[in-house]
């Protein structure tokens, strides 16, 4: 069916709103329409040119990514050569350049187009009559690759130039680069999945911009800062680079808003060490600074050399990887008792500052990179960023070098290491009496929710642990007035209310116990089912997996978490002690977990202040009748119970038809089931 001249303004009209609300979400960061109202713009875009084929144009919006993937990338020769930059490392060195380029021109004073050197890949882009035909990488400065349908997929390279005065034929240069958020996503990803991590930024761009399935480029977050033009034919050009700039947005492209015109020497220093101390707060990679002489009529008269001209110089930020030596390989303890192999390095300059240590990350990191004790290998350091081991030099490895293995036992505590089935981190089961993980442990036991003693915070607890009188929870039952008294901002008095508070967190109940106990992936509703199912904790401590998996909620996962927990002597050990020390509740009914459940399989979410219960009873009331307490509403809430003051859940609820009950309907809803 052909299509109706009706139906072919609507979609040159779509296609125009498309474009111009890209430009401002992609290039303008600056949105002008909610993401659903842009969705459905596409949508109805779509839906027209799959009526009518015949409707579709090469610069559609829905044309960014088709097509199979290519067998290769064909050669493009570039009309104009794209040339490299001579670096400057050092003042002394700008300053030469700035004084050859002003003898050459005889002139006193020099202007100059200054903006920050991307770390990425430099493409060329060719634009006939406004319509984006070819995209190609630098190659070697004179070939490169036709890369079309990956730069088609970049969302911030318009299809379609806009604005007045276009050219005929018009090449800009541009940098592909990856933000710092998209490439540290693209490793989290890649981790999850047991895939190779890129090593930067720049190689992330290099590697997805190269794919032959444009598919995958369109996968990565990609972005394009244009700093020039090429070939071009028709049209009126300024007479500044720091004009050109400025046309070239115009047209829809691009352009960093870094970018700066600067005089003399002294402005080119003076925004080089503005943007160094902004470096690390950017969204993408730097290496430097370039400076072109503002002047396109003074870039004619300067002229090139066989590869660089002598109109434009990169200076060079110190540089953020650097060689060295790994002298060891120890293993570090984090506070949730994560085990982390870290490089011990002989000291090198990376960026500007001494690294004599880099992260490796985990055992599966260390596998994969092959990293041992002698390796050679090349340090990355960006910004505040804990340094890390990028990848190894295997060529200049010493003979008889052995593959790096993680301890059985924890360096602090000696406890059993254990690596769950689907988790890449080994973490220490001595999570009671581990040395790195003490003060954690100790907070948690304390807190509210678990052991609830009063008066017991951080930074008592921080005291306690500095100055060595705590080691593990059942030593809290152990300490006197005389020494909380010695601890500072405590005198008697307050050490006595102390002491009375922790008398009075003796008595508890199993799921408060157990939570208390920190045991990973264990959180107050799974600790009530384990209660509840097991009845005592001697049945919980001598469960095996399978045992542990028959409770409701309790997968793989927590399973091996708890058995490890419960496997590990110097756990046992602090148990028996807290227990000897008077720590106690009341039993629970023999398989507890065999009586009715008229709320299993039920979500509430509890908001507001509540007059006749605190919201930690209304939670265990719900919990003893299996129901899930969520802490935010989602399509998967059955009840939203408000009290007082119930803030923005009563909000999202309403958007999401939850049902809500006050609390004289709540406690009818627990009155009912209880009976």
Known sequence: ???????????????????????????????????????????????????????????????????????????????????????????????????????????????????????????????????????????????????????????????????????????????????????????????????????????????????????????????????????????????????????????????????????????????????????????????????????????????????APRWAIAHKFPAVEALTRVLAIEVQVGRTGALTPVAKLEPVTVGGVTVTSATLHNAAEVERKDVRVGDTVYVRRAGDVIPEVVRVLPERRPAGSAPFRMPEQCPACGSAVVQVEGEVVARCSGALVCAAQRKQALKHFASRRAMDIEGLGDKLIEQLVDRALVHDPAELYQLDVPTLASLERMGEKSAAKLLAALERSKSTTLPRFLYALGIREVGEATAQQLAEHFGALERIIGADEAALQAVQDVGPVVAAHVHAFFREPHNLEVIRRLREAGVGWEEWPARQSEQPRPLADTTFVLTGTLTTMTREEAKSALLALGAKVAGSVSQSTDYLVAGDKPGSKLNKAKELDVKTLDEESFRALLARHRS
């Open 1 to 307: 069916m052909v299509a109706s001249a009706e139906a072919a303004r609507q979609a040159a009209a779509l296609r125009d709103e498309i474009r111009g609300h890209d430009y401002r979400y992609y290039v303008l960061a600056d949105p002008s329409v909610p993401d659903s109202e842009y969705d459905r713009l596409l949508q109805e875009l779509q839906a027209l040119e799959q009526a009518h084929p015949e409707l579709v144009t090469a610069d559609s919006p829905t044309q960014r990514v088709a097509g199979a993937p290519a067998a290769g990338f064909a050669t493009v020769r570039h009309a104009v050569p794209m040339l490299s930059l001579d670096n400057a490392f050092g003042e002394q060195e700008l300053r030469d350049f700035d004084r050859r380029v002003r003898e050459r021109l005889e002139s006193a004073q020099v202007d100059y187009a200054a903006e920050p050197k991307l770390d990425g890949l430099a493409v060329s882009l060719q634009y006939w009559d406004g319509l984006l035909v070819r995209g190609a990488t630098r190659g070697d400065g004179t070939t490169g690759e036709d890369v079309t349908a990956n730069i088609r997929t970049i969302r911030s390279v318009p299809l379609r130039l806009s604005g007045r005065d276009i050219p005929v034929t018009l090449e800009v240069r541009g940098e592909v680069f990856m933000p710092k958020a998209g490439f540290a996503e693209l490793n989290r990803r890649a981790l999850e999945r047991g895939e190779r991590t890129f090593a930067n930024p720049r190689n992330a761009a290099a590697g997805s911009l190269r794919q032959l399935d444009p598919r995958i480029t369109a996968a990565r977050p990609l972005e394009i800062f244009c700093y020039g033009v090429g070939e071009h034919a028709g049209g009126g050009f300024p007479e500044r680079q720091s004009e050109l700039l400025g046309l070239l947005a115009d047209w829809g492209l691009r352009v960093c808003p870094e970018r700066r015109r600067v005089t003399g020497a002294e402005g080119c220093l003076d925004y080089y060490r503005e943007l160094g101390e902004r470096r690390d707060r950017l969204d993408y990679e730097i290496d430097g600074v370039v400076y072109k002489v503002d002047r396109l009529a003074d870039q004619e008269r300067l002229g090139t050399l066989s590869r």
